[in-house]
């Protein structure tokens, strides 16, 4: 989910004749955009969206790959161009934004992807002691009919935690942690949280976003657990500083149409005040 004005929901189509695929990210639906993808953008109240929602939810969750899967298997194995139909894609500081939040999740699936290269299958399905049962179940019993793990067993570290994705939400000009300092004058975040699972809890986390942070203008935080939902969640953020973007969402004020409300309410509020 992003949290910028603007189309909210997005379909992204492998070919005209199969149930579209639908995301919330706009950096995703950017890069299959790049890749020659056809993408379709929509507000919420959209009744196109709304009907090509149903179709793909007649479909078995079974029978295909997660749209995260799809965009990361991409990212990692280079096959990122399908043909240069979009190849005159205009580039604007929008687009420049959208690069750089797909680069902070496509150095973390790299980095997982070289760390399955030394971590042995019976880690990455050996659950321990206090891994909840719901998990253990999911793990062998759902997920075995979806999709097999590939032959090429390095990249079972980087398909599980694939698999084990909750929610990807980017976030437009945040204010950054007190500890990370103010380096720089505006930064996206971009926050993935991972179900409940003890890969999760492990070293490769760490270890994945010490790469990612590794490059200017990216930093990190995390993981951190949810203590309800035993949740993981880890945060990047890339510097966006030297891009003309609208200063309407800058920390701390609400966008354009939002900000006209709140005023409006504020001055309804005052003059009611200044009557009594």
């Not at 189309?7 to 189509?13: A, E, G, M, R, S």
């Not at 004058?185 to 790469?211: C, G, N, P």
């Amino acid at each position: 989910m992003d949290s910028e004005d603007g189309p909210d929901n997005f379909l992204i189509y492998k070919d005209n004749r199969e149930v579209p695929y639908h995301t919330k990210i706009a950096f995703i639906a950017h890069d299959f955009r790049k890749w020659g993808y056809t993408v379709k953008e929509y507000f919420k109240s959209a009744g196109y969206l709304e009907e090509e929602k149903e179709r793909g939810a007649d479909l078995d969750p079974m029978a295909r790959p997660l749209l995260l899967e799809v965009w990361a298997e991409k990212v990692i194995t280079g096959k990122t161009v399908i043909h240069n139909r979009n190849s005159e894609m205009e580039v604007t500081d929008h687009h420049a934004r959208l690069d750089r939040a797909s680069k902070l999740m496509r150095d973390f699936v790299k980095a997982l992807a070289t760390l399955g290269e030394s971590v042995s299958p019976e880690v990455v399905y050996t659950p321990v002691k206090d891994a909840p049962t719901d998990f253990v179940n999911w793990c062998y019993s759902e997920y075995g009919r979806v999709r097999d793990l590939p032959k090429d067993s390095s990249l079972n570290l980087f398909y599980r935690f694939m698999r084990l994705v909750r929610i990807v939400d980017r976030k437009a000009q945040v204010v950054l942690p007190r500890h990370l300092g103010g380096e720089f004058a505006r930064t996206d975040e971009v926050a993935v949280t991972f179900k409940s699972d003890i890969l999760s809890r492990a070293t490769y986390l760490r270890e994945a976003l010490t790469d990612v942070a590794s490059f200017f203008g990216q930093l990190i935080t995390g993981p951190d657990t949810h203590r309800r939902t035993l949740r993981v969640t880890i945060r990047m953020y890339t510097n966006v500083s030297d891009l003309n973007l609208p200063s309407a969402n800058e920390p701390g004020r609400k966008g354009r149409t939002g900000f006209r409300k709140w005023s409006s309410r504020m001055a309804d509020k005052l003059r009611a005040l200044g009557r009594k």
